[in-house]
């Protein structure tokens, strides 16, 4: 069966435009899910990658996004463009679920301040929601998105400002809820910095096996100073970047515990245009070790066909124990690069991409009636029946049927 789509390399650029519906284009869509534990309704944003329409057994990873409302058009199109635009594989396809905020001081606070050093006793009125909010999000939300999508048991959390705090707080407090987190340019300095205190602490004291934190910081200093002088400071005009070094500090002073961790500062970006680099940054970091590191081999007429499939092999073998459960690869990339060599008239590699397709994805039909074509092609009838009725017994398809009353006739 031809394939849905061909590489960027092999055919051109691939638009992976999002769904267009009465000339409006949709880049998700929307869910209220009642709260029982918050005691109101939430309207939660979701985005499934569109390859889940044409695989809808595949399973995706999911981002929990903060702060929903502000930033899920920008993180959508980001996870979109890296990975189902021009070939690209940078970080897998992930459902991304934003969570708009209808009190944003009660719920990203996770104490209750009775003072604030950027603003008076009204703002802090009403804080501290933020292990209710936790709540929710473990017990209540992450249960219905589990119960209605395609996700896999890998989950990420990116928050900015105060939702960077509730990430260091879910780290911290939760760390079992979430496999990777983003905290960017996180409010640390909230509460006299309690958390921040406490994260030393813990962070010191608790081993974090298999976890991942990125950690953004912009440029919120006065004119004049930079992080050595910043960090002598004592006024209330640096005591959020300052917390947020503090916290840097913790963090690489404590290698041993296990997470695996990464920062950068943003020297040219405020605290309002850090998220979009941060996430950008955060995502690949939190991947680093996702992208294939065998794209020159694909295209190198001295890679063998074994060589091939040993390196996609070791290579998901590596992505499924970091990410924790069995990553394989693309089964329409499979497709596509077998059909490619068999344009080219390489059978040794077209049969081995077929094959390792059958392998990883036995119960497609779509896999058996491609290497029935290649069959077809180098004039093995045989095998050609075989695999198209092989194919016919997963998915009863007009065309199989009548490429398998070809190779029949063809048989004496």
């Given at each position: 069966?031809?394939?849905?789509?061909?590489?960027?390399?092999?055919?051109?650029?691939?638009?992976?435009?999002?769904?267009?519906?009465?000339g409006t284009i949709v880049i998700g869509k929307t869910d209220t899910l009642h709260s029982t534990i918050l005691g109101e309704d939430r309207k939660i944003l979701i985005h499934v990658p569109n390859a889940s329409k044409q695989f809808p057994k595949q399973r995706y990873p999911v981002v929990y996004l903060l702060d929903g409302d502000g930033h899920f058009p920008s993180v959508m199109g980001m996870i979109q463009q890296l990975t189902e635009?021009?070939?690209?594989?940078?970080?897998?396809?992930?459902?991304?679920?934003?969570?708009?905020?209808?009190?944003?001081?009660?719920?990203?606070?996770?104490?209750?301040?009775?003072?604030?050093?950027?603003?008076d006793s009204n703002s802090v009125r009403g804080t501290g929601g933020g292990?209710?909010?936790?709540?929710?999000?473990?017990?209540?939300?992450?249960?219905?998105?589990?119960?209605?999508?395609?996700?896999?048991?890998?989950?990420?959390?990116?928050?900015?400002?105060?939702?960077?705090?509730?990430?260091?707080?879910?780290?911290?407090?939760?760390?079992?809820?979430?496999?990777?987190?983003?905290?960017?340019d996180p409010s640390m300095w909230w509460d006299d910095r309690k958390l921040l205190h406490q994260s030393e602490a813990v962070l010191a004291q608790q081993k974090f096996p298999g976890k991942t934190?990125?950690?953004?910081?912009?440029?919120?200093?006065?004119?004049?100073?930079?992080?050595?002088?910043?960090?002598?400071?004592?006024?209330?005009?640096?005591?959020?970047?300052?917390?947020i070094l503090r916290l840097k500090d913790v963090l690489k002073k404590n290698k041993a515990n296990g997470l695996r961790f990464d920062y950068r500062y943003y020297a040219h970006d405020t605290h309002g245009s850090v998220p979009l680099i941060a996430e950008y940054?955060?995502?690949?970091?939190?991947?680093?070790?996702?992208?294939?590191?065998?794209?020159?081999?694909?295209?190198?007429d001295k890679s063998t066909a074994n060589a091939l499939i040993i390196a996609i092999k070791a290579h998901y073998a590596l992505v499924s124990e970091r990410m924790g459960y069995p990553v394989l690869p693309d089964e329409n990339w499979l497709n596509s690069m077998g059909y490619m060599y068999m344009q080219r008239g390489n059978w040794d590699k077209s049969a081995a991409f077929f094959k390792l397709n059958t392998e990883y994805y036995?119960?497609?039909?779509?896999?058996?009636?491609?290497?029935?074509?290649?069959?077809?092609?180098?004039?093995?009838h045989q095998k050609a029946i075989d695999a198209y009725t092989k194919?016919?017994?997963?998915?009863?398809?007009?065309?199989?049927k009548k490429k398998l009353e070809e190779q029949k006739a063809k048989i004496p």
């Open positions: 069966m031809k394939p849905l789509f061909l590489l960027a390399l092999i055919a051109g650029t691939v638009l992976s435009a999002a769904a267009q519906s009465n635009v021009n070939g690209n594989d940078v970080f897998p396809k992930m459902i991304l679920v934003g969570i708009p905020n209808t009190n944003r001081q009660r719920d990203l606070t996770p104490t209750h301040a009775s003072t604030s050093p950027y603003g292990e209710n909010f936790t709540a929710f999000i473990e017990k209540e939300l992450i249960p219905h998105i589990d119960s209605l999508y395609p996700t896999a048991p890998y989950r990420i959390l990116i928050g900015h400002s105060l939702g960077g705090l509730m990430v260091i707080n879910t780290l911290v407090n939760h760390p079992k809820v979430f496999n990777a987190y983003l905290a960017i934190l990125f950690l953004a910081i912009a440029n919120t200093m006065p004119v004049g100073m930079d992080t050595a002088k910043v960090r002598k400071d004592t006024s209330s005009n640096t005591l959020h970047i300052r917390s940054d955060g995502l690949r970091f939190l991947f680093d070790y996702f992208a294939p590191p065998f794209d020159q081999m694909l295209f190198d036995p119960k497609s039909g779509n896999t058996f009636d491609s290497l029935g074509d290649l069959y077809s092609k180098t004039g093995d194919a016919l017994t997963l998915n009863d398809n007009p065309e199989t």
